[in-house]
């Protein structure tokens, strides 16, 4: 399997953007999908994840009611909708692939930047 990632860019805060992964290959081994980011200085951290078959979905606080991770199952692309966005947010965005049966993602998109202006 392999990940693009796209829809970076620079926006004032306040401002959205949207985040695609598309996923190629043998998409169907694919349990998870989630998206982590990285400022600079700091380590990388968890943002969302949804399931791929039930949908089901979880946030990092920091997030909860701004951001909002969705799928197309038929164009195997998982998006993440960034509301009210934050300087804080700025960060590089990376989505990940977590297969059925393993415990931790183990396939990695390149990443996309975001930067929030204040």
């Known amino acids: 399997v392999q990940l693009q990632a796209s829809g970076g860019g620079l926006v004032q805060a306040g401002g959205s953007l949207r985040l695609s992964c598309a996923a190629s290959?043998?998409?169907?081994?694919?349990?998870?999908m989630g998206w982590f980011r990285q400022a600079p200085g700091k380590e990388r951290e968890f943002v969302a994840h949804?399931?791929?078959?039930?949908?089901?979905?979880n946030y990092t606080d920091s997030v909860k009611g701004r951001f909002t991770i969705s799928r197309d199952r038929a164009k195997n692309t998982v998006f993440l909708l960034m509301n009210s966005l934050k300087p804080e947010d700025t960060a590089a965005y990376y989505c990940a692939a977590q297969y059925l049966g393993a415990g931790k993602y183990s396939t990695w998109g390149q990443g996309t930047q975001v930067t929030v202006s204040s």
């Open positions: 290959g043998r998409s169907s081994r694919i349990y998870r």
């Open positions: 949804i399931n791929r078959i039930d949908g089901n979905t």
